[in-house]
């Protein structure tokens, strides 16, 4: 099925480090979200963005909704080991027959430097 | 509920059994959505809901995969006649509509031995 195309696909964090990691499409979608998965649950949304060009932030978490409506960002500043996890975007389709669903990327997993 | 409640949390079946996964939506929400997320992927879409009507099952890899949602609340996702293949998270998710942020549950896992 389709998907987005998101890296990186992983990465090691130190506490304290700022992490960027970024979604691209072929397609363009009305709604960016991105999502942070654990192991053995369900993904729980971060941030959501409806608007290209929109920047929102969540606490230490900020993205943003590319002028294309192809893109979309997220940085993390000031990792702490609680945010290893895998982190999800997802475009939301908003017309035809396929109206509100999520299309995901593959995902980056974010585990802690030994 | 407070949260969307899936079961069973484990399923480990023959290959060739059929297997029935349920999902429990937040109370009043009106959309309910499954996914399927194989291994080192993110979610793919299945079908789509809207109270008890089907409205998208374009998702649906094969005819052996069967939803419902008789009452618009509880659904059941049916896999007849299981494949290796099948081996996957089945994650459902509900929101009050269309267009507003889902809640996810914790999902199924299936594993088709």
């Known amino acids: 099925g389709q998907q987005l195309n998101q890296s990186p696909q992983s990465m090691f964090i130190q506490e304290g480090e700022d992490v960027s990691m970024n979604c691209t499409s072929s397609?363009?979608?009305?709604?960016w979200l991105w999502y942070k998965q654990e192991p053995g649950e369900g993904p729980v949304l971060l941030i959501a963005?409806?608007?290209?060009?929109e920047l929102t932030s969540n606490g230490r978490l900020t993205a943003q909704f590319g002028i294309t409506r192809k893109d979309s960002f997220l940085n993390i500043s000031a990792s702490i080991p609680s945010d290893v996890g895998i982190y999800f975007c997802?475009?939301?389709?908003?017309?035809?027959?396929?109206?509100?669903?999520?299309?995901f990327g593959k995902g980056t997993k974010l585990s802690v430097k030994p | 509920g407070a949260g969307v409640s899936q079961s069973p949390r484990y399923k480990v079946a023959k290959r060739g059994q059929d297997v029935a996964l349920r999902c429990d939506p937040i109370?009043?929400?009106?959309?309910l959505f499954w996914y399927q997320q194989a291994l080192g992927q993110g979610p793919e879409f299945l079908t789509y809901?809207?109270?008890?009507?089907?409205?998208?099952k374009s998702g649906l890899p094969s005819d052996r995969f069967f939803a419902e949602r008789p009452e618009g609340s509880v659904s059941t996702l049916k896999i007849q006649r299981t494949q290796q293949e099948d081996s996957a998270v089945y994650l459902c998710?509900?929101?009050?509509?269309?267009?507003?942020?889902?809640?996810f549950g914790s999902g199924t896992r299936l594993t088709v031995v």
């Open positions: 963005l409806y608007k290209a060009g």
């Open positions: 809901f809207q109270n008890e009507a089907q409205l998208d």
């Open positions: 998710a509900s929101s009050l509509d269309k267009g507003y942020g889902y809640t």
């Open positions: 109370s009043g929400h009106v959309s």
């Open positions: 397609s363009i979608f009305n709604t």
């Open positions: 997802a475009g939301q389709e908003q017309y035809g027959g396929s109206q509100g669903n999520l299309i």
